[in-house]
């Protein structure tokens, strides 16, 4: 299986501030990943597909970039509704693995 | 509106089978693959498998191979996810999610709470 490992686990911020988080991927993936938002009880969210395409309805404010092993995913300024646990996975093989998540939560 | 809707939590004695549900609308059933998602409490996220509503063909993550069957009903539009021989470490909250853009999971059921307890 591909292994997806985030950083960081945790994340403090503010609002306004840029956030990054990265995902390093055990082998290249080409720009086969996902990213996703989770709140507390709720289902995950699709942010971003495909390492850069934003899904419908997301804000501008989010953006993701990388290819092969390594992609970010970049909240220009952190809004209340940011904070929030991210997610990434890869699309390349079976089982779509996940990241262990990053958690951004207020500074 | 495009949804998937799952069946109510569970609460299952170890040894004993579950079996999920999740009825899509809003889509043409047939076209996207659904995926089973699980999370046990304070968790991240794991990949279980997934079935074609077309052709009823399924993959399994290796890890729940001989314990989990995915199945669907097409005239209705529902997808199943069945996990025997529960444990106690089974205990989650299950999802099963759409296959969209970029094989991405795009529309996700609102999650079935099993819990495995003695």
């Known amino acids: 299986d591909i292994q997806l490992t985030q950083s960081p686990s945790f994340l403090s911020a503010s609002v306004g501030d840029r956030v990054t988080i990265t995902c390093r991927a055990s082998?290249?993936?080409?720009?086969?990943l996902a990213w996703y938002q989770q709140k507390p009880g709720k289902a995950p969210k699709l942010l971003i597909y495909?390492?850069?395409t934003l899904q419908s309805g997301v804000p501008s404010r989010l953006s993701g970039s990388g290819s092969g092993t390594e992609f970010t995913l970049t909240i220009s300024s952190l809004q209340p509704e940011d904070f929030a646990t991210y997610y990434c996975?890869?699309?390349?093989?079976?089982?779509?693995?996940f990241g262990q998540g990053t958690k951004v939560d207020v500074k | 509106q495009v949804q998937l809707v799952q069946s109510g939590a569970e609460v299952k004695k170890p040894g004993a089978s579950v079996k999920v549900s999740c009825k899509a609308s809003?889509?043409?059933?047939?076209?996207?693959?659904v995926h089973w998602v699980r999370q046990a409490p304070g968790q991240g996220l794991e990949c279980m498998g997934w079935?074609?509503?077309?052709?009823?063909?399924?993959d399994y993550a290796q890890k729940f191979q001989g314990r989990v069957s995915l199945t669907r009903d097409t005239s209705i539009n529902t997808a199943y996810m069945e996990l025997n021989r529960l444990r106690s470490d089974d205990t989650a909250v299950y999802y099963c999610?759409?296959?969209?853009?970029?094989?991405?999971?795009?529309?996700w059921g609102q999650g079935t709470m099993v819990t495995v307890s003695s």
């Open positions: 809003g889509y043409t059933f047939t076209g996207y693959y």
């Open positions: 079935i074609n509503p077309t052709s009823g063909g399924t």
């Open positions: 082998q290249g993936i080409s720009r086969s």
């Open positions: 999610a759409r296959g969209g853009n970029g094989h991405a999971f795009d529309i």
């Open positions: 495909a390492a850069s």
């Open positions: 996975q890869q699309l390349n093989s079976y089982p779509r693995t």
